[in-house]
């Protein structure tokens, strides 16, 4: 009975009509697509070719929408590296799926209420729970302890701060510097407001990958050195020590 059963399975997989009725259906499925194309584009006026111009504009908006968008710097608040008129592709996936914001990073949040209702451009110097201080007897920028060397981005003949600050980086909120840190409105400038000057995290559009425009400048932005090897925040309690807000305001937000 067994050899029966296997023959009887075998009959009914080999079984020419069961074949041509599941290609008769795939086939009609996509006659109908193709069928349905065809209907739309002779609706439309200028018939295919506007029907592709649509689709190219449709897919370059789910594109911005979800994945990557160009930011244009109207600013110097983040030279040498990214100068006025640059534009700048911002990488929208890239703290999605656990992914965070790290220190060294070159973002893009929206400001609104407690920057200002724009987009803005920095670099992380902290994020949660992170202890950073301006300065150290050298004058550096210190973060959990270790100096950071910032030559290889700072704008050249500016000091890491004018401004003093010893802070610890609430969880969930970065605290961001610019590299032009004479011409930036930044964290320091808002250590005083609602926030104390730190970015939420859930706020950050994306983290800047490349510069994409003038041609000239095209280039990759990659993470310093410098941050990549300020150590884990461990230890530091919650809480920061602010001194006033130095007052500088420049309109350094990016446009979309």
């Not at 803005?120 to 902290?126: A, D, E, L």
């Not at 990549?228 to 919650?238: D, K």
């Not at 001194?243 to 979309?256: F, I, L, M, N, Q």
Request: proline share 5%; aromatic share 8%.
């Amino acid at each position: 009975m067994d050899a029966e059963a296997q023959q009887t399975e075998r009959d009914r997989s080999s079984d020419p009509a069961v074949s041509e009725e599941i290609s008769a259906t795939e086939g009609a499925e996509g006659r109908s697509f193709f069928a349905f194309v065809t209907r739309v584009a002779d609706w439309l006026p200028g018939g295919r070719i506007t029907l592709t111009v649509l689709f190219c504009l449709f897919s370059l908006l789910l594109l911005t929408r979800f994945v990557i968008q160009p930011f244009e710097i109207p600013s110097g608040s983040m030279e040498p590296g990214l100068r006025i008129g640059d534009r700048v592709l911002v990488n929208k996936l890239a703290y999605r799926f656990g992914a965070e914001p790290r220190r060294g990073d070159v973002v893009v949040f929206d400001g609104t209420g407690y920057f200002g209702d724009a987009d803005y451009i920095k670099r992380v110097v902290g994020v949660g729970g992170d202890h950073v201080v301006c300065c150290d007897r050298q004058g550096r920028i210190e973060v959990n302890g270790r100096s950071v060397d910032e030559s290889t981005f700072l704008y050249p003949g500016d000091e890491p701060s004018e401004v003093s600050f010893d802070v610890v980086v609430p969880d969930g909120t970065l605290f961001v510097l610019g590299d032009h840190r004479g011409d930036s409105s930044d964290s320091r400038d808002h250590l005083g407001s609602p926030g104390g000057g730190m970015i939420p995290v859930d706020d950050v559009i994306g983290r800047a990958n490349w510069i994409a425009w003038p041609l000239g400048h095209w280039t990759r932005l990659e993470r310093d050195d410098g941050h990549a090897r300020v150590p884990a925040a461990e230890g530091w309690a919650a809480g920061r020590i602010t001194p006033a807000a130095s007052g500088r305001k420049t309109a350094d937000g990016v446009h979309g």
